[in-house]
């Protein structure tokens, strides 16, 4: 389960990919599409997220920052 870390209320734009970037803010990216190029990153909003590891971090439907627990899944390893 998710839960809301910041509420920001960020209106998307289509064809822009949003994300979390390496000091916590939300950013955007225009994305590639064919032969068009993406674009660079710019800062929509700060908001200075301490990350914690084992978790994903992500912009939810809503437009706010949220996380969740990472799933670890796959086998096993088999020990010999």
């Given at each position: ?56 971090y ?7 920052v ?15």
């Amino acid at each position: 389960m998710a839960e809301k870390l910041v509420k920001l209320g960020i209106k998307r734009q289509k064809g822009y990919l949003y994300f979390i970037d390496k000091q916590g803010d939300v950013s955007c990216a225009k994305m590639a599409r064919g032969k068009e190029k993406g674009g660079k990153p710019k800062k929509v909003e700060k908001c200075g997220i301490k990350r914690k590891e084992g978790y994903l971090y992500f912009l939810d439907k809503q437009g706010d920052v949220s996380c969740a627990k990472m799933q670890r899944g796959g086998k096993k390893k088999k020990r010999k």
